[in-house]
């Protein structure tokens, strides 16, 4: 489609070239005294000319505009696909609205640069070295004035473009900081209504488009005045030409045939060096959108060419030698970029369909144990082994098929309730999403929707309740049917009467597999195999309810609070 493109603009610059010899045919068959029929012969050409150069150029511009969505529609579905593959630690290298900027708003400036630039580029230096092969041998002093005109557009354009490229280069990441501060008030708009803090979001707000709004008045300001220099350098050119024609044609004085012949020349003439500054002018109306496009183009090759440091492994599933057995040993571990050590030396061992629970005050690390078996971090000293190998070993897409998870806070998407309930992996039969259902104690839920499993659920799931969705959760851990299964604080949320509800859907979730699970309410894991007690950076206690309660040290110290 490109070589299409290349064909149809030197088609269309061949036939504005050829429009100006015309008006030089059209003068000499006048000053010859040439029938009418003959002068509208070629004025009927030249105007045919013009809509064959009119229909190239409209089908010049709609394969170019495909070309450009079909190159802005892989960008984003090359990102799409790399954040896919991140893990959590890649995720924390950039924000979210700088993601979501990155996919849309970046990519949407490349699609308007090279919807004109696959045009312009060829066209802007074909036309203006054939327009000046043609004026070369004119007269001097002609030429002389192109020249002067050509220098000083572009010296003044140079220098505008100098002095506004820096205001082009900020734009992007104050709309990112714009849509940072959108998203998170959107987010966070029950929160804001409840302390009355409003005006204080509406000034964070202000102050982020302010800074937008101010940078692009700046660059505004000192680009606006590329197109009125370049308007005004076309309107001196022509009076030049015709102020150097009249002292060449008075210089013929005497002469009639030859000044005819020079004013023709000089008509000629000013059509071929107004397209030479035409040409100028389109040049630099990309490289007036260049700037833009290389931050744009950067940003977008960062997501797309980011090399994750978490690397697959060689082995599948099926290569475990100790299935649904999870395994850390001497285990520590520091968030990239910082110096705290937010793990020490964490050895445990869970075997095959036993339950381990761990406890501990807020930050203690506890989150940070379960992070690393899925590989959303990888630890920083020691091994995390997931069914008798280390969790490095494997693929990301086998290590997840081997995990399960429930969050404390469950994320239902846009859709059915049968496509969140059967989401992702194999298809899953009418059969079994009625028996994940019944088991997550969805059935009375589901029977109540008008349209059963195939209702609605909306964006986030406003129109379910916070059990509800932590259920629908539970639901998709039974369709996959994994050997590990990590809990993290499932019901900490919730009120008595979902805890109760959620509590037994766990139980049946549970059974014959590996589970882990986080907890603050010790009435939930008191019948867990093992519990760990993590504090300062490791473990400071471990046994079952019965003995950490007769060591009567930090979990008897909870337990009695939560009496």
């Known amino acids: 489609m490109m070589g299409c493109c290349v064909m149809l603009i ?71 696909r790399q954040i896919e593959k991140w893990s959590r630690q890649d995720l924390d ?20 640069f090279f919807g004109r630039a696959i045009t312009l580029v060829v066209k802007a230096p074909v036309l203006a070295a054939w ?67 409003e005006s204080r979001t509406l000034d964070k707000f202000d102050k982020s488009s302010d800074d937008l709004c101010d940078n692009a008045v700046k660059a505004v300001r000192i680009m606006s005045a590329m197109h009125p220099i370049a308007s005004s350098m076309m309107s001196f050119l022509t009076m030049g030409i015709y102020w150097a024609g009249a002292g060449i044609i008075n210089a013929a004085a005497g002469n009639t045939e030859q000044q005819m012949l020079l004013f ?92 381990l629970a761990i406890i501990g005050p807020t930050a203690s690390g506890k989150s940070t144990i379960i992070n690393l078996i899925p590989r959303l971090y990888d630890a920083t000293e020691g091994r995390v082994e997931v069914g008798g190998r280390d969790v490095r070993d494997y693929t990301e897409e086998e290590l997840s098929s081997m995990i399960g998870y429930v969050p404390q ?16 992996g194999r298809e899953k039969t009418d059969e079994e999403a009625r028996r994940a259902i019944r088991i997550a104690q969805l059935e009375e839920l589901v029977e109540r929707m008008p349209e059963g499993m195939d209702s609605d659920v ?22 996959k049917n994994p050997p590990v299964l990590i809990l993290d604080e499932a019901t900490s949320a919730l009120d008595n009467e979902s805890e109760r509800f959620i509590q037994k859907s766990l139980e049946e979730l549970a059974k014959d597999r590996t589970t882990i699970t986080i907890a603050h309410r ?42």
Not at 166 to 183: C, H, L, S
Not at 301 to 314: A, F, K, L, T, W
Not at 409 to 424: E, I, K
Not at 537 to 563: F, K, N, P, Q, W
Request: hydrophobic share 45%; proline share 2%.
């Open 10 to 80: 030197m088609g269309q610059v061949y036939l504005d070239l050829r429009i100006p010899e015309y008006m030089s045919e059209i003068t000499y068959h006048l000053q010859a005294g040439d029938a009418t029929e003959v002068i509208a012969a070629c004025g009927k050409r030249m105007i045919l000319c013009a809509f064959m150069s009119l229909a190239l150029a409209m089908t010049t511009s709609v394969l170019a505009s495909r070309v450009a969505s079909a190159l802005c529609r892989t960008l984003r579905e090359k990102q799409f």
């Open 93 to 112: 290298s950039f924000s979210v609205a700088s993601l979501i900027t990155r996919s849309t708003n970046d990519v949407y400036q490349i699609q308007q």
């Open 131 to 197: 327009a000046l092969f043609k004026i070369t041998s004119s007269a001097f002093e002609w030429t002389a004035v192109t020249a002067i005109a050509m220098v000083v557009l572009l010296v003044s354009l140079s220098t505008i473009m100098w002095r506004g490229i820096p205001y082009i280069r900020k734009m992007q990441w104050f709309v990112d900081a714009v849509n940072g501060e959108t998203r998170e008030e959107l987010e966070g708009m029950r929160t804001i209504r409840a302390y009355n803090a």
């Open 264 to 355: 023709s020349d000089m008509i000629v003439f000013t059509s071929y060096a107004t397209m030479v500054l035409s040409s100028v002018m389109m040049a630099t109306g990309i490289l007036r959108m260049l700037p833009n496009i290389l931050v744009s183009s950067r940003r977008v090759e960062e997501v797309i060419d980011h090399e994750s440091p978490i690397r697959d492994g060689p082995c599948s599933a099926s290569d475990a030698t100790d299935p649904g057995t999870v395994r850390f040993e001497h285990v520590s571990f520091t968030y990239p970029g910082t110096d705290a050590e937010i793990l020490h030396d964490i050895s445990f061992e869970v075997r095959k369909g036993s339950t």
């Open 409 to 424: 806070t469950a994320l239902v998407f846009t859709g059915s309730m049968r496509d969140n309930v059967c989401y992702g």
């Open 458 to 479: 909306s964006q986030h799931g406003w129109n379910l309740s916070g059990g509800q969705k932590q259920r629908i959760s539970i639901a998709r851990v039974f369709l």
């Open 522 to 563: 010790l009435s939930t894991i008191r019948n867990a195999d093992e519990i760990l007690v993590v504090a300062d950076c490791g473990i400071a206690e471990r046994g079952t309810h019965e003995e950490l309660l007769a060591r009567d040290g930090i979990y008897a110290r909870y337990y009695d609070m939560s009496r």
